[in-house]
């Protein structure tokens, strides 16, 4: 896997790509509301059939060049405190909201997965289920090829903390 550094990054992409490019990337919004789910979506939330999710699709760009695609992914409920937090996000980083919470509500990663193959403009994804305020929140982030050229910085990478990561051979990035 050409992109295998980026993929298995243990931490924030947004802040391994500020260390990488000295510089910290744009977080450009593509699209945020109420969307259908995807397939793998829907199965990995555990969607009843014609349920709603709250999307919010974003690009990671350095120097203008998009690095990262990202969509996240929660159902839908205007009430949820996680639907909230993600409606409000604009041009701020998921990923700072994710990994430097702390406290009771801390939000927690309960698996990760590689895809087994690159998609067709050759990207290389992961997804990750978390739990935030109590809610399912499906992260699925793209890796452009350009990143393979580009190590990523030096992270507390252990293969303890990448236990409950697996391959997932039906899932490809889109």
Known sequence: MP????VELPGSVTRALAMAYRQPPE??????????????EQHQLGLRPGQPVLAR???LRVQGQVLVRARSAT??????RLNRML???????????????????TPRRLWLQFASR????????????WLVYGRSLLVQEYFAPVLADDAPPPS?????????ATLNPSWTPH
């Not at 992109?3 to 980026?6: A, N, P, Q, V």
């Not at 050759?122 to 289920?129: E, F, S």
């Open 118 to 129: 690159a998609s067709e403009d050759g990207y290389w994804g992961r997804q990750a289920l």
């Open 87 to 105: 409606g409000q996000l604009g041009r701020s980083s998921l990923g700072d909201r994710l990994f430097l919470a702390r406290g009771k509500e």
């Open 156 to 164: 507390r990478y252990t293969a303890r903390r990448l236990r409950r």
């Open 75 to 80: 159902p839908l409920d205007p009430h949820s």
């Open 57 to 59: 699709d974003t690009e």
């Open 3 to 6: 992109l295998r550094g980026w």
């Open 27 to 40: 977080v450009r919004p593509v699209a945020s509301g109420k969307a259908s789910p995807s397939a793998n």
